[in-house]
């Protein structure tokens, strides 16, 4: 096992790196914006069909599909109030919890496709002294990086916590085989926003077994 790498030191971003860093992103979000649609669309699709068939038919209860329409409607329009809330960041406050829910509901089908169980465990809001453009984009590529280091069949554990004038997102991955390679993609746009968003980064990431990603940054006074 190689040595495991401990980086805290950003690395200066350019606004051409940062808009290529985001458009990495966006690309993953797209595509998993259009799978996640997909199936509940479909499926108020079918219900809408036998509700008009039950209403053609005195006395046929057309609860449960009102039920599945309604969780349908739900399901798409949280997933579009996150995907608004990622592609205009400048207008969210700097919630560290917030971003990290807001990244594990915007790849959970790429931490499916790729056999990975993402896990987020902390408060629902945590305000940190950062700034909102670039707080999102981070939690992201943190998520996305420890997605391809467990890939198939890992696991990835986010956990916010507050630790006095601190607050802290800690990522953890294990198991699967991993895609290192494209990890690293995510990992080094991660360095490069790390001054930007006023965090201060470290990287455990052996080249096999787990791995570890601390992102800590100052609470509002």
């Known amino acids: 096992m190689q040595p495991v790498q401990r980086i ?14 985001r458009a990495l992103l966006l690309e993953r979000v797209a595509s998993g ?34 039920t599945a329409l309604r969780d349908g409607i739900g ?4 997933l579009l109030k996150s995907f608004a809330e990622f592609a ?20 959970a089908h790429e931490a499916r496709r790729a056999t990975v169980r993402v896990a987020v465990a902390g ?9 909102g453009r670039w707080l999102g984009d981070l939690v992201a590529h943190a ?8 890939r198939g069949g890992g696991s990835v554990s986010m956990e916010v916590q507050q630790q006095g004038v601190v607050a ?10 991993g895609n290192r390679e494209q990890a690293v ?27 570890r990603l601390s992102l800590q940054f100052l609470q509002p006074r």
């Open 143 to 150: 998520l996305v990086s420890a997605i391809e280091l467990s």
């Open 88 to 107: 205009t960041p400048e207008r969210l406050p700097p919630d560290l919890a917030a971003a990290a829910h807001r990244a594990a509901h915007l790849f």
């Open 33 to 66: 914006l259009a799978h996640e649609g997909k199936n509940p669309l479909h499926n108020m699709v079918l219900h809408v069909q036998l509700m008009a068939e039950k209403l053609t038919s005195p006395g046929v209860p057309v609860t449960k599909h009102l």
């Open 185 to 211: 993609v995510h990992l080094d746009a991660l360095r490069r926003l790390a001054a930007d968003a006023a965090c201060e980064l470290s990287i455990d990431a052996p080249s096999g077994g787990a791995a």
């Open 123 to 131: 408060p629902d809001s945590l305000l940190v002294r950062s700034d």
């Open 75 to 78: 399901r798409v329009d949280s």
């Open 8 to 21: 805290a030191r950003p690395i200066d971003a350019s606004a051409s790196s940062r808009a290529a860093d």
């Open 168 to 177: 802290a997102l800690l990522v953890r991955c294990e198991g699967g085989a």
